[in-house]
Structures are given as structure tokens and as C-alpha cells.
């Protein structure tokens, strides 16, 4: 690499070609077949990468088919729904691609700023995370089960935790025009409270209690018919991990995915307590780890 660097910025001591000679289309036949970042290296090398690196087509090629209608929704996060139609029209045309390609893979906050959702800058899904706040859990408005409380850990600064409850349940819904693919969903949970003392972290262990009796119970429906369901026992308290529910498959990103999601354990046999629900997490599948049933964060 440093001979090709130097290759690039040397003068012709000799006859030889230096990769400044090579037409501008050449170099972007090339930048096609790498990966965004890898594009972001190569414009380095010389003034002809990095014009081949800001051509449209370049960079059109990394963008998902569904990209206006998905600056519609950062427009909208950004300015609100009225004029989110219009401005993302105009973006879409005007824009260089690659500001278009920059935009989405920053995160953008919809629904009242409860869930957010960016592009992977190592390929053209979309990765989502929904807070807390927006899903319906079951004895959230009685302080004495439920509570939601600051967490500098949480994407959204706070999280659900649960005391005590004798039927638990954690469900919740997006609609969204994911780009084609595969998906994974999680949802994200730390056993015991954590917290900060004199600029340390801790972990207050004091309600868990029962989750080793049964396990909890994941399902998953889309509304093209996709369901999917696991369950594993709740351990290894101090961490958080993402459970994996399950995935679906998004072969149309012109039309909305409905997704429905549960986290379930509802034996009323023995009571539970002492869990933070922070989100739920949707991601390519690519970006799986190679644990199924959960990762950690």
C-alpha cells in the first residue's frame, strides 16, 4: 500500500505509469466493487480517486433502492412531517449521492423521538433501535412493578425497570419500509440496576429474583405472514445482552414492513423482578454475531 501511495504522489523518474494516469472512469469500475469505507481510503491515493470517489455513481451503487423515501423519514425527524415529502424530494435529486449516503447513515430519531434508525455503512441495511418508551408493557402506569429511570448506558437515557410483577409481557410494533434483505431482531435487557457511585459502575442485585424458575418467551410476526419465536432463561446479571427473537425477510422495500414483537413470561405460578428493558434492536443479519440466542453489547 505504501509503494501504491507513493506511486500515486511520485513524479516519472522513469516511463512508468503512476496510478494518476489511469481515467477517472477506471478508477470508478474499481471503487465500485469496495465497500464505503474502503472508497473513503482510496480517494486519498490521488486527485483522480478522489474524484472518481465523489461521482454519483459511485455512490448510488451504495445506497439502498428505497433511499428518497428513507430521507423522507430523516426529513421528517428532522423538520417535521409537513414538509418532509417535499424536502426529501428535493434532496434526493440535488443532493451529491454521497451527501445522500452521509445523511442516512447518521441517526435519525421518528415517532416522537422514541425510535431511531440509521444506514450501515458496511452494506444497505437499515439497523433500528426502538426505545422502551414505545413499547407496551404490562403494569407500566403502577409505580410499585414498573419504572422508568436514567441510564446513561440506554441510546435514549432511560429504560423500563421492573421491581416485582407476577405476569410479565413486553410487547411492541413498527411499520417501516425496510431496503430489501434479511433482518435480526433483539431485545435488549440487563438483569439488576446499574448505576453509578463515586464515578464507578455498579450493579444493585437486589430485586432479581425468578427468572431461573421458567424461561422467557420471544415471538415475532411481520405482515407478510413471517413468524419466528424463541425463549431462553434470563442469566448473567451486570451485562447487558441482546436476545435474539428472530429474523424475517424484506423482498419489497417500495411497501412498509408491520412488525410485532413480544417478550413473554406470564407463569403466575412465582413473581420476577429486578430487570431493565432498554430497547428492542433491529439489524441486518450480517452483523449477527455467531451466538444465537443472545450477544453481547
Known amino acids: 500500500m505504501g509503494a501504491v501511495a507513493s506511486s500515486a504522489r511520485g513524479g516519472r523518474g522513469g516511463e ?17 466493487r469496495l465497500d464505503p469505507p474502503e472508497i473513503c ?4 491515493l490521488s486527485r483522480t480517486f478522489r474524484g472518481a470517489a465523489s461521482g454519483d455513481g459511485v455512490w448510488e451503487s451504495k445506497l439502498p433502492r428505497n433511499y428518497a423515501r428513507l430521507l423522507a423519514v430523516a426529513a421528517a425527524g428532522d423538520g417535521g412531517e409537513r414538509q418532509a415529502a417535499a424536502a426529501a424530494a428535493l434532496e434526493a435529486e440535488s443532493l451529491p449521492k454521497k451527501e445522500v449516503y452521509a445523511r442516512l447513515c447518521r441517526r435519525t430519531r421518528f415517532d416522537g423521538g422514541k425510535k431511531e434508525f440509521w444506514l450501515d455503512k458496511g452494506g444497505r441495511g437499515i439497523c433500528m433501535s426502538i426505545s422502551s418508551m414505545a413499547l407496551s408493557i404490562t403494569g407500566i402506569d403502577d409505580r410499585r412493578y414498573w419504572n422508568f429511570i436514567p441510564n446513561d448506558e440506554s441510546r435514549f437515557h432511560t429504560v423500563a425497570y421492573l421491581s416485582q410483577i407476577w405476569w410479565f409481557e413486553v410487547r411492541g410494533e413498527v411499520e417501516f419500509c ?9 431485545y435488549r435487557v440487563h438483569l439488576g440496576r446499574p ?8 450493579c444493585s442485585s437486589e430485586h432479581i429474583h425468578g427468572w431461573d424458575i421458567k424461561p422467557v418467551r420471544f415471538q415475532m410476526s411481520t405482515s407478510d405472514g413471517q413468524q419466528a419465536q424463541s425463549k431462553c ?13 428472530g429474523d424475517f425477510v424484506v423482498k419489497d422495500s417500495s411497501k412498509p414492513t408491520n412488525i410485532r414483537f413480544a417478550m413473554i413470561q406470564i407463569d403466575c405460578t412465582h413473581t420476577k423482578g429486578g430487570l431493565c428493558v432498554d430497547s428492542v434492536v433491529v439489524k441486518p443479519q450480517y452483523l449477527r454475531q455467531k451466538k444465537l440466542t443472545r450477544c453481547y453489547v
Open 41 to 44: 481510503r482510496m480517494a486519498r
Open 178 to 186: 425496510f431496503p430489501e434483505g434479511t433482518y435480526s431482531l433483539f
Open 16 to 32: 512508468g505509469t503512476v496510478l494518476g494516469d489511469l481515467p477517472e472512469s477506471c478508477v470508478a469500475e474499481v471503487l465500485l
Open 195 to 202: 448505576f453509578k457511585r463515586l464515578g464507578r459502575r455498579v
Open 233 to 245: 432463561y434470563l442469566t448473567d446479571p451486570g451485562v447487558w445482552i441482546n436476545h435474539h427473537v
